[in-house]
């Protein structure tokens, strides 16, 4: 999320989510052009393409973060919930979630568990083999799955966004 702005991605991922929304196909080399030099990629906006990505990247690993419903939306509601200024966000929440002022809690709720959900179809659908995982659980279950030894260094139990705050991490009046 924090690198789409600093690699001036912004326009390129809009144009994708503007395809995707277009019914247009979304191939292996739209995404290279943004993240093929990249090993990964999490969050926003990437998840709102969780079953192209997988299409465009059979062998890659998948990975689906999940964590307390409520912590979730307590995290959405104090950051990316609360952009208004951010034209390149509010397309991309407005997609999953709907107008702003139709958002109801029930239904962002109901949207993180629509997600979730369909992230374990997709990929059962395809073959695909998948790690749900809780951060809180550390190195050990994601070592396992990417057949890596843990590294000699503590896990890190937090993020700038949760210990800094929104104006700290992405800057104050950000349009992103």
């Known amino acids: 999320m924090r690198d789409v702005r600093k690699n001036d991605h912004t326009e390129a991922w809009r144009a994708l ?19 093929g030099s990249y090993a990964g990629t999490t969050d926003w906006p990437a998840l709102t393409f969780a079953v192209e990505l997988m ?64 992230v374990k179809r997709w990929t059962k659908e395809r073959g695909r083999e998948l790690l749900v995982y809780e951060v809180n659980e550390g190195w050990a279950p994601l070592c396992a799955f990417l057949g890596i030894e843990l590294p000699g260094v503590e896990f890190q139990r937090s993020d700038d966004l949760a210990t800094k705050g929104w104006n700290k991490v992405v800057g104050p009046g950000t349009e992103t």
């Open 17 to 35: 989510l503007e395809r995707k929304i277009d019914g247009l196909p979304i191939i292996v080399g739209d995404f290279d052009a943004i993240i």
């Open 55 to 118: 299409d465009a990247y059979p062998s890659a690993k998948i990975i689906l973060t999940v964590r307390d419903e409520d912590s979730w939306l307590v995290s959405m509601n104090s950051t990316l919930l609360i952009t208004s200024k951010s034209t390149f966000f509010s397309h991309f929440t407005d997609y999953h979630l709907g107008p702003q002022k139709e958002r109801g809690e029930e239904e962002k709720r109901r949207v993180f568990r629509e997600h979730n959900e369909n």
